[in-house]
Each structure stands twice: as structure tokens, then as C-alpha cells.
Nanobody, 119 residues
Framework: QVQLVESGGGSVQAGGSLRLSCAAS????????MGWYRQAPGKLRELVAS??????FVADSVKGRFTISRDNAKNAVFLQMNSLKPEDTAVYYC??????????????WGQGTQVTVSS
């Protein structure tokens, strides 16, 4: 069974930084894209950043402040968040497209980690 475990959330003041980590474990053959989503109260879940084989996406709302990276050897993805703003407050979710067999893949979600930015 595949699991994604997140860590690194917390509370910071505006202008501060946090680093989120997400590690996948279980029966994994390979991982395709990995990414971070967030959901603020009363809002839809939105894609913040994703990283695949040779491609990276970062949402305009966080471009220049957030950086996504991954460590394939550890099946992990990271989100470095700098210059945080109150509007970045949300629950952040890790997502990964994981192959458990040569042709069998599924999207998996982490449990979510709260990020709170105070003004």
C-alpha cells in the first residue's frame, strides 16, 4: 500500500519561510509527477506547483516565492516557501502519480499539513 507523508507546516509571520516535505513509501515501481496543492477555507483546492520528468509548473500566485524540488532516490518532493503572505494560509496537500506496476498507476494524496501566515 502506498502512502504519502507530509511534514513541515506551521505558523509564521508574513515574510517568513517554511519548507514542506513529502515522502512516498510502499509498493512503488516509479513515480511520475509530484506536486503540491492547497485549499483555503471556503475555496477550491488549487495546484501550487508540480514537477515531472523535465518539467516544472509553478502557479502565478506563488511564482518567485515558492520553489518545488524532488529527490527521486528518496521518493520525496519539497516545497520551499519564502516571503509568505497571509493569503498563502491553507492546508497544503502533496500529490503524486505513482506506478505500482509497469502499467498500473494511481494518484495518491497526503494527509495535508496546515500553513498559517499571520500579518
Amino acid at each position: 500500500q502506498v502512502q504519502l507523508v507530509e511534514s513541515g507546516g506551521g505558523s509564521v509571520q508574513a515574510g517568513g519561510s517554511l519548507r514542506l516535505s513529502c515522502a512516498a513509501s510502499g509498493s512503488i515501481v516509479r513515480i511520475d509527477a509530484m506536486g503540491w496543492y492547497r485549499q483555503a477555507p471556503g475555496k477550491l483546492r488549487e495546484l501550487v506547483a508540480s514537477i515531472g520528468t523535465g518539467s516544472t509548473f509553478v502557479a502565478d500566485s506563488v511564482k518567485g516565492r515558492f520553489t518545488i524540488s524532488r529527490d527521486n532516490a528518496k521518493n520525496a518532493v519539497f516545497l520551499q516557501m519564502n516571503s509568505l503572505k497571509p493569503e498563502d494560509t491553507a492546508v497544503y496537500y502533496c500529490n503524486a502519480l505513482i506506478f505500482e506496476g509497469a502499467l498500473t498507476s494511481s494518484h495518491y494524496w497526503g494527509q495535508g499539513t496546515q500553513v498559517t501566515v499571520s500579518s
